[in-house]
C-alpha cells in the first residue's frame, strides 16, 4: 500500500515530459508561405507572393506542389492567385481561401473544380479550414470575427454563431462536439487568446478561455491528442515565433521549439506520419520537423 501510494504522489507531482520538435529539413523558395495540408503523397504550401500584403488582389499568389521528403515538384502549381492562405483537402480536392472566396483545384492536375464567392458577407482575410463533416468545412474570417460554414455540395456558405464571439480567429479545429479556436487578436495587437466552445449544431457556447505566455499572434493548431494542442504563435514580427503546447485538461502551457527560432510560424499541419509542417512566413521557408509526444 505504502509502495502504491509511493508511486501515485510521484505521478502527480512530476508533470509528464513536454512534447518537443526537431527539425528534419528546412526548404527554403517560397514566397510568404502561409498553410501547409497535406494528402496522399502531395504537400501543398500556399504562398501570399513577393510582397506580404494578405488582402490585396494582385494576382501574385500561388500554391507550390512538394512530395513527402520535402522536394518540390512544382513551385506554382497553380498561380495567379490573390493572397492564398488556408488549405484543406477532400476527396481528391484541394481547397484554398483567397482573400474573400473559396477556390476548389483538383489534386491530381490542378484543374478548378469549386468556386464560392463570399464577398456578400464583408470578409476580406478568409483565413483557414477545419472540416466540420463530410460534407461541410468552417472558415474563419479572421477580419470579421466570424466562423464560417461551406456547404461543399450545396455551394453555399452560413456561419457559426457564438454566444461570446472570438476575437480574429485564425486556426481553428473540430473535435467532436467542441471546436478550439486560435485568436489573432485585435488593433494590431499581441493580445490573441485560445479559446474552446461547445457546439450545438452550428451554435457555439463558450466552454474556456486561455491565455497563454508569452501573449501573441495565435495562427494554426494541431491536435497531439490526449487534450493537448500544438498552437502557433508569431510573438513578434521577428524570428521569436513558437510552438506552444496547451493541455486543455491541466491549464499547463510548454514550448516545444526550444533553441529553434522561427519568423512568423503560420498555419501549421500534422500529417499522418507524425511530421509537423511548419510555414516561416516572413522568411519564406517551410520547416519539416518531427514531434516528440
Same mark, same amino acid.
Given at each position: 500500500m505504502?509502495?502504491l ?6 505521478a502527480?507531482?512530476?508533470?509528464a515530459?513536454?512534447?518537443?520538435v526537431?527539425?528534419e ?12 495540408a497535406?494528402?496522399?503523397?502531395d ?5 501570399l507572393?513577393?510582397k506580404?500584403?494578405p ?6 499568389? +500561388?500554391?507550390?506542389?512538394?512530395d ?11 498561380d495567379?492567385? $490573390?493572397?492564398p492562405?488556408?488549405?484543406?483537402a477532400v $476527396?481528391?480536392?484541394l ?8 477556390l476548389g +483545384?483538383?489534386?491530381?492536375?490542378g484543374?478548378q ?5 463570399l464577398?456578400a458577407?464583408?470578409a ?8 466540420y ?7 474563419s ?6 466562423v +464560417? ?13 457564438f454566444?461570446?464571439p472570438?476575437?480574429?480567429p485564425n486556426g481553428?479545429?473540430?473535435l467532436?462536439?467542441?471546436l478550439?479556436v486560435?485568436?489573432?487578436g485585435s488593433? $494590431?495587437?499581441?493580445?490573441g ?9 452550428f ?6 478561455t486561455?491565455e497563454?505566455?508569452?501573449?501573441g499572434y495565435?495562427?494554426?493548431v ?9 498552437i502557433?504563435?508569431?510573438v ?5 515565433g513558437l510552438?506552444q503546447?496547451?493541455?486543455t485538461?491541466t491549464?499547463q ?16 499541419f500534422?500529417d499522418?506520419?507524425?511530421k ?13 520537423m518531427?514531434?516528440?509526444?
Open positions: 505504502r509502495l501510494s509511493a508511486i501515485l504522489f510521484a502527480l507531482s512530476f508533470p515530459q513536454a512534447a518537443g526537431t527539425v529539413k528546412i526548404i527554403p523558395g517560397f514566397s510568404s508561405p502561409e498553410s501547409v497535406v494528402s496522399g503523397d504537400v501543398f504550401v500556399s504562398n507572393g513577393g506580404l500584403e488582402m490585396e488582389k494582385d494576382g501574385d499568389g +500561388f500554391i507550390s506542389k512538394l513527402r521528403q520535402g522536394n518540390i515538384k512544382a513551385l506554382k502549381w497553380v495567379k492567385l $490573390n493572397a492562405k488556408g488549405l484543406l $476527396n481528391g480536392v481547397y484554398v481561401a483567397d482573400i474573400d472566396r473559396v +483545384f483538383r489534386q491530381r492536375d484543374k473544380v469549386f468556386d464560392l464567392d464577398s458577407s464583408g476580406k482575410f478568409l483565413n483557414a479550414f477545419a472540416r463533416d463530410d460534407r461541410r468545412l468552417l472558415l474570417g479572421t477580419d470579421l470575427g466570424r +464560417f460554414v461551406i456547404d461543399l455540395p450545396g455551394h453555399s456558405y452560413g456561419e457559426i454563431k454566444d461570446t472570438p476575437i480574429g481553428l479545429k473540430k467532436g462536439g467542441r478550439i486560435v485568436e489573432w488593433d $494590431n495587437l499581441a493580445n487568446k485560445v479559446k474552446t466552445y461547445r457546439l450545438d449544431g451554435a457555439a457556447k463558450l466552454e474556456k486561455w497563454p505566455a508569452p501573449a495565435f495562427d494554426g494541431v491536435s497531439l491528442g490526449a487534450n493537448r494542442w500544438l502557433s504563435n508569431w513578434k514580427f521577428e524570428p521569436a510552438l503546447v496547451l493541455d485538461r491549464g502551457i510548454s514550448i516545444a521549439n526550444e533553441k529553434i527560432p522561427l519568423s512568423g510560424p503560420a498555419d501549421i500534422l499522418d506520419q507524425g509537423l509542417w511548419v510555414p516561416g512566413m516572413l522568411e519564406g521557408k517551410v520547416y519539416r518531427s514531434v516528440r509526444p
